[in-house]
């Protein structure tokens, strides 16, 4: 079984701060996503250029697409990045895990997620779309689905409408199973009517955390996974350290969440997919898929940034392994 993702092809660049001062003189409300032009962004690089920074193929699709290679399964990816060495390096980083790169060269430069961690774990993020949002439906054509058997696409593509309308159209007619994460609570609110025009026809798996949820639906975890569940064939709603809920038909779960020691939340949303969707690839249970999401969420929170390294990859395996048994 092969995954396709489709999203906002970003570098991350995780800069750990030593203290909040750098986010007051940008009047950046800490834990905030902020979209940023390339001057400010230039501007974030050169007042943190002091501190340790590391870098990765990021954006919220492709830390899923990671995760989902780690786990051994096989993928591509969809993407616009720059003519330029972030670019360069954005490709090198998913070929080097195995993930196939479909990227289409757009005229501004690659997109980068600066991540500014302060020294209580919290995540400000100054985010530079650049070339990630130059992906357009024209590019997209039915060969790119095929020989994949499930396709998971990001909300942050959801206000380019025609985009995501013909991404969506294309997958159901190679015959994928639809996979979309809502992304961002201001997003949903926003396109929230076209968002129900596309979830019924269209997508099979909706994830979405508490805000997201009642951004859609205007309810609360339980009740919002109630209405999204009526919408499509499974439905996801994450609650953060209270764990997170799946409803499919008359079936429902609470899955709980693992102990884990938070560093870092960055990329614990996309992980849980990852988690979700390896599981659900293997045939496990619903309740199953819910505890391996809540594992590899559990434990990306662990370490600085979206992605876990080898050590602590060895650790989440061994606790899928028992879910399996």
Not at 45 to 54: A, G, I, R, Y
Not at 277 to 305: H, N
Not at 306 to 316: G, L
């Amino acid at each position: 079984m092969k995954v396709l993702g489709m999203g906002n092809a970003l570098v991350d660049i995780m800069t750990r701060l030593d203290s909040d001062s750098i986010l007051y003189r940008l009047k950046f409300p800490k834990g905030s996503m902020q979209l940023v032009d390339k001057n400010l962004s230039d501007k974030i690089m050169n007042q943190t250029d002091s501190f340790e920074k590391t870098l990765a193929s990021g954006g919220s699709a492709a830390n899923t697409i990671h995760g989902l290679a780690n786990m051994g399964i096989q993928t591509g990816f969809i993407g616009s990045v720059g003519d330029d060495e972030l670019g360069i390096f954005f490709r090198e980083d998913m070929l080097s895990q195995n993930i196939n790169p479909i990227l289409f060269k757009g005229e501004s430069e690659t997109g980068k997620a600066i991540a500014l961690i302060t020294p209580d774990t919290e995540r400000t993020f100054a985010t530079f779309l650049g070339a990630s949002i130059e992906l357009t439906s024209d590019q997209l054509s039915s060969d790119h689905y095929k020989g994949y058997d499930y396709f998971y696409i990001e909300g942050y593509l959801v206000q380019d409408h025609d985009l995501i309308e013909k991404a969506v159209r294309l997958a159901k007619e190679n015959e994928l199973l639809v996979l979309l994460d809502l992304a961002s609570f201001n997003v949903v609110a926003e396109n929230r009517e076209f968002l129900k025009s596309i979830i019924e026809p269209y997508i099979d798996i909706v994830f979405a955390n508490e805000e997201e949820a009642r951004a859609y639906t205007g309810k609360g975890p339980s009740e919002a996974l109630e209405t999204i569940s009526r919408q499509c064939r499974i439905a996801v709603v994450k609650t953060g350290n209270k764990g997170s809920l799946i409803k499919s038909g008359d079936t429902f779960h609470k899955i709980e969440p693992i102990r884990a020691i938070s560093i870092d939340t960055t990329g614990a949303g996309d992980l849980y997919a990852a988690g979700f969707l390896y599981a659900f690839v293997e045939g496990m249970s619903l309740d199953k898929c819910g505890q391996v999401g809540s594992i590899l969420s559990g434990k990306v929170i662990e370490v600085i940034g979206p992605k876990m390294d080898v050590e602590k990859w060895a650790e989440a395996k061994q606790m899928v392994y028992e879910v399996n048994g």
